[in-house]
């Protein structure tokens, strides 16, 4: 791993973290990001229901490093394997501006990746900016991970994570280097979080105004936004995962960043790095604007394409 690997992995108390100094300015965004947090919860529930029999889905919780205190997970195991058998992971973390609590809105996600590949699934839940800004959501995935790792059999561990989500996997990643988070899958992640609050994109559900929000609720003042666990596009590629893929829509404001941050590795040497583009789709893989005509399945062929990425990378660390 990279210099920085060591600094990552020794873990800080939760109880040194900043908070945002009270001020008008958080009162502001507190109270907008509330605004949102209802509406968007309130046309998208927070768990959609999905059926898949193949699949065992139960939720729980594992152990926060702060006494007393839990973090949410959503197991999906396949129902061919035993209680018991050591499966690859997949720990996943679901997106949303790092704002709104989301946990269960890939379900149909996880349980896919959990019936067609036949591994163990993990949806881990994380706090939300801006009452726990950077670095306490990210803390909470490394609790969770670390906790897996000592306590699940398993064969390997990858992660993956939809966009704010996607940015939480690669954080992670880093912070457990190469050696413990063999693979990561991020789909339109937020790679360099100064450069995505600067873009200009007709995205409708991302307008700089709302990567400037979002940018002030996660990094308090202060904060280097080079850090590679903020920023992984600042990372180099000896702390990276062996295997990485990376999706988004050329629309997509956080495309130019994440292309840039993958044709740099890709220079550098890393071993398997992909980065997918896909022209006229915006966030989430969704078709804009007149020439995206028959684009509505991308955000599907997209999740089977980084399954066959990850399904590929363990099967080559484990010499099958």
Same mark, same amino acid.
């Given at each position: 791993m990279g210099s920085n690997a060591a600094v990552f992995t020794s873990a800080s108390s939760s109880s040194m973290n900043q908070h945002h100094p009270w001020s008008l300015h958080y009162l502001y965004i507190w109270a907008y990001t509330r605004l949102l947090r209802?509406?968007? &919860?309130?046309? /998208?529930?927070?768990? *959609?229901?999905?059926?898949? *029999?193949?699949?065992?889905? +139960? =939720?729980? +919780?594992?152990?926060?490093? #702060?006494?007393?205190?839990?973090?949410?997970?959503?197991?999906?195991? *396949?129902? $061919?394997?035993?209680?018991?058998?050591?499966?690859?992971?997949?720990?996943?973390?679901?997106?949303?501006? /790092?704002?709104? *609590?989301?946990?269960?809105? #890939?379900? =149909?996600?996880?349980? +896919?990746?959990?019936?067609?590949?036949?591994? &163990?699934?993990?949806?881990?839940?994380?706090?939300?900016?801006? =009452?726990?800004? /950077?670095?306490?959501? !990210?803390e909470d995935a490394e609790d969770a991970a670390l906790h897996i790792l000592e306590h699940v059999p398993h064969k390997t561990i990858s992660t993956s994570g939809f966009s704010s989500g996607g940015s939480i996997a690669l954080g992670l990643a880093i912070v457990l280097g190469p050696d413990r988070i063999r693979s990561t899958a991020a789909f339109y992640p937020s790679t360099n979080i100064d450069a995505d609050t600067h873009a200009q994109s007709i995205d409708p559900p991302l307008p700089p105004s709302f990567l400037r929000h979002i940018r002030a609720c996660y990094v308090v003042p202060g904060t280097s936004i080079t850090d590679p666990r903020i920023s992984p596009a600042y990372a180099s590629k000896e702390e990276l995962p062996r295997h990485l893929w990376l999706g988004a829509g050329t629309v997509d404001p956080l495309h130019d960043a994440a292309k840039v941050f993958m044709e740099r590795i890709q220079k550098e040497g890393h071993p398997d790095a992909v980065f997918r583009s896909i022209k006229h789709t915006g966030h989430g893989f969704v078709? &804009?604007?007149?020439? $995206?005509?028959? !684009?509505?399945?991308?955000?599907? #062929?997209?999740?089977?394409?980084?399954?066959? /990425? !990850?399904?590929? $990378?363990?099967?080559?660390?484990?010499g099958m």
């Open positions: 209802f509406l968007v &919860l309130r046309r /998208f529930p927070a768990s *959609p229901p999905y059926e898949n *029999p193949k699949v065992v889905r +139960t =939720e729980g +919780t594992v152990p926060s490093r #702060e006494k007393g205190r839990a973090i949410r997970v959503i197991h999906y195991r *396949p129902v $061919s394997a035993a209680p018991e058998e050591a499966l690859p992971i997949l720990i996943n973390f679901h997106g949303a501006g /790092f704002i709104i *609590p989301r946990l269960g809105a #890939e379900q =149909e996600f996880c349980s +896919t990746v959990a019936e067609r590949l036949g591994w &163990l699934v993990i949806d881990c839940d994380y706090r939300k900016a801006p =009452e726990y800004p /950077f670095p306490w959501g !990210l078709p &804009l604007g007149p020439e $995206s005509a028959g !684009l509505q399945g991308k955000a599907k #062929e997209m999740r089977e394409e980084a399954m066959a /990425f !990850l399904q590929k $990378s363990v099967q080559q660390d484990l």
